[in-house]
């Protein structure tokens, strides 16, 4: 249900928010100006005050943003999957990556530590692509679930044989599993003379995880970033994961996706790190994301290249939004400028609102109120 602020509602009337809360008394209500009122309330606080209300609801603004129209089965083709790297700190998931890539990102970072989420696209030994999004720790992949983001098709748990089932090794699987994403567990450092694959196993046991070989379900490859043993079976075992689940979209729609990550770069403006998961992004397309727009100035692909649009799957920056969005806002393409703005205004009301109720004021009570 839509909601507003006491001191919000009395903004918006001219009135004054001491009124307000007195109206509200008189109902029997006990409330301090910070306190968040549901919109039949307001409507009768704001009639019985003497205004006239236009209810302006969520869906009007938001409304055909998004088709909610399934697309037809001829326009449907097939994505590659993507898939979500987590585990434990310093198990291994960048340096995996890494090698599957073969590029260096690790050395890059500083300390070694995953700065920010990358994702990267690879191909399979099939040639098949494969999108991967490595993640420090898991903090972007909960802030993201927690705001209804579903990027990942599979996750891989990354533990390393010499370490074993940590705390974060067990908060990815749970996220996992709450997700309803399937997983796929990698035993890494393998090539370590104190790595016992076989603890890890058991461990994971202790999970609700019964890995393929102790007679289970969940596909388990031991790997080694160092040496890249076993690197060509796990994108196998993702591929075969892939296929179970008939991953397809329609490329032929207007692009939309979610943000992985966005930062502002002091040359380029506002950077984001945008998944595309159905139709296909151009450069020159408005774009709203949370609370900002922009106009898709430039679209750089994972290897730095400009590109002139990204497909289903396909990680891109997106150069051009004129804020920075957030990690899990919803990139959508609107047909104007206009739209873009009315969109973008509204929910950065609604943002700025919700703050406000949280923060705003919060020590001015009811009896600071009324003196
Ligand atoms: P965070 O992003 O900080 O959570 O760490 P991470 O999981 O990405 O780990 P990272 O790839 O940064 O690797 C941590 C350390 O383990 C580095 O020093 C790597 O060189 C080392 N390492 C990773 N994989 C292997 C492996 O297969 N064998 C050996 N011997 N060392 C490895
Ligand atoms: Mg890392």
Not at 15 to 36: C, S
Not at 190 to 203: G, H, L, S, Y
Not at 285 to 310: F, N
């Amino acid at each position: 249900p839509e909601t507003i602020t006491i001191q919000e509602l009395a903004n918006r009337m001219s009135e004054r928010a001491v009124d307000v809360i007195r109206l509200l008394m008189k109902q029997g209500q006990i409330h301090k100006i910070t306190d968040v009122i549901d919109s039949d309330t307001a409507q009768l606080i704001a009639e019985e005050m003497g205004h006239t209300v236009r209810r302006v609801a969520e869906s009007d603004v938001e409304e055909g943003l998004t088709s909610d129209e399934p697309d037809l089965e001829e326009d449907l083709d097939p994505r590659p999957p993507v898939v979500t790297i987590m585990g434990h700190v310093d198990h291994g998931k960048t340096s995996l990556l890494d090698a599957i890539r073969a590029a260096n990102v690790v050395e890059g970072e500083a300390g070694g530590i995953t700065q920010h989420i990358g994702a990267y696209q690879v191909a399979a030994p099939s040639g098949d692509l494969v999108t991967f999004i490595d993640t420090p720790g898991h903090a972007a992949f909960t802030s993201m679930r927690a705001r209804g983001a579903k990027v990942t098709d599979i996750v891989v748990i990354v533990v390393a044989a010499d370490d074993g089932v940590m705390p974060q090794t067990v908060e990815a699987i749970q996220h996992a599993k709450a997700a309803g994403v399937p997983m796929i567990i990698a035993i890494n450092k393998i090539d370590k003379p104190d790595a016992n694959p076989q603890r890890v196993r058991t461990e994971l046991l202790q999970h609700d995880i019964q890995v393929e070989s102790m007679g289970g379900e969940t596909l388990e490859f031991e790997v080694s970033a160092k040496t890249g043993e076993g690197l060509p079976e796990l994108l196998e075992g993702l591929q075969l994961q892939a296929e179970i689940l008939n991953l397809r979209a329609n490329e032929k729609r207007d692009g939309e996706g979610t943000v992985i990550e966005a930062q502002l770069d002091r040359g380029r403006g506002p950077v984001a790190t945008v998944l595309v998961q159905r139709g296909t992004l151009f450069t020159g397309d408005i774009v709203v994301a949370g609370a900002e727009w922009g106009r898709i100035r430039a679209l750089i692909d994972d290897t730095g290249k400009h590109v002139p649009y990204a497909g289903p799957s396909v990680p891109v920056e997106v150069l051009g939004f004129n804020g920075t969005p957030d990690a899990g806002d919803r990139v959508i393409v609107v047909p104007n400028e206009a739209r873009a703005r009315e969109v973008t205004e509204y929910r950065a009301r609604i943002k700025r609102e919700r703050l406000n109720a949280r923060t705003g004021g919060a020590n001015r009570s009811l009896v600071d109120m009324m003196r």
